[in-house]
């Protein structure tokens, strides 16, 4: 493998918090970075608070694209963290976030400090006025209790819109996230998903160019790592050049055409996500029009958070095969998306 840059220019610091929720609440962000630009990112090293990211090309690459990937990396680390505080805020997490710039290569550290139990636990010495010394432990052990049982259920009572007390309450019927009628309602007629977990509720037609095609073929001799039971279908998508219409970024500016392949086993499951992908191709929310994470060129055709798989093989650092849970993963972006089978 190919060095990739020299001292810390292939290497970003993450607090600890802000990347597992990044991995966990929406992977399928971290894996376009890692489809367009062709990277791998590896733990490198960690302290307490922190992980060290490596940058990781498979071939040599030039300087200035390492520094496009690693701020689009940064970039992306930046608004997670913006969701990070929102989530914590949603679900009433009191802490707060407190940062240090250590230098202007490595951002500090972040603190995240949760007070429900720490404001209880400082007065686990003393006993509660009017009982004896001897029956403090207890009485305050069950007083703690009770109130967090009143703590969770004025969570569970709580609109996470406007944060005060539930009215008329309206539950969505996918995910169960419960709000008041009239702030549900409001939020739905901005963006039909739930503002919670981001469950998609109506049909979602996305801006992907509208001169595109969706070719499937099947080849049974080609086996794919981990299904080798099965032959493979293949996708290609294929894109003219085009103009840019109102719903782009730039209405008029003219986009190059592309073309991109991916690979699904013959398999029943393989074939349930290729009827998704299709539906998701027809909802034009495959593609979209920004700009190049790998090259950094505006106005181009790119990869709408549905993670393909664009190699055979070289398992999920190589965007390819073997990756047993992926065809799960794959169909719960599509989930969110609103693209389901039923």
Known sequence: MAACGVNTKNKVTVHKPVWDFLNKETPSKLNRLREDSGV???????????YVLRLSFDSHVPANTI???????????????????????QHQISGCMAYTDKNSEHAGELHLRNVYSRSQQSTSGRGLPGSSSGGASGSHGNSRDHR??????????????????????????????????????????????????????????????????????????????????YGTIIIQYVFPPGI???????????????????????????????????KAFDQRLTFTIGTSMTTGRPNVITWNDIHHKTNCTGGPQLFGYPDPTYLLRVQEELRAKGITAD
């Open 148 to 229: 967090r049982e009143e703590a969770e259920d004025d969570r569970e009572n709580q609109c996470p819109i406007c944060l005060g007390e539930i009215q008329n309450i309206k539950t969505l019927e996918k995910c169960q996230h419960s709000f008041c009628e009239d702030c549900i309602t409001r939020a739905l007629q901005v963006k039909k998903a739930c503002p919670m977990c981001g469950r998609f509720y109506g049909q979602l037609v996305g801006n992907q160019p509208e001169n595109g095609r969706m070719l499937v073929s099947k080849d049974s001799s080609l086996l794919l790592p981990g299904y080798e039971k």
């Open 40 to 50: 791998r990112i590896l733990i490198d090293g960690e302290t307490s608070d922190i």
């Open 67 to 89: 520094s496009l990937v690693r701020k689009a990396l940064k970039s992306l680390l930046k608004d997670t963290e913006k969701e990070l505080k929102k989530s914590c805020k």
């Open 244 to 278: 840019q219409g109102s719903e782009h970024p730039n209405p008029g500016v003219r986009y190059p055409g592309t073309t991109r392949v991916a690979y699904l086993p013959d398999c029943p499951e393989g074939n349930k996500v290729l009827t998704l992908f299709k």
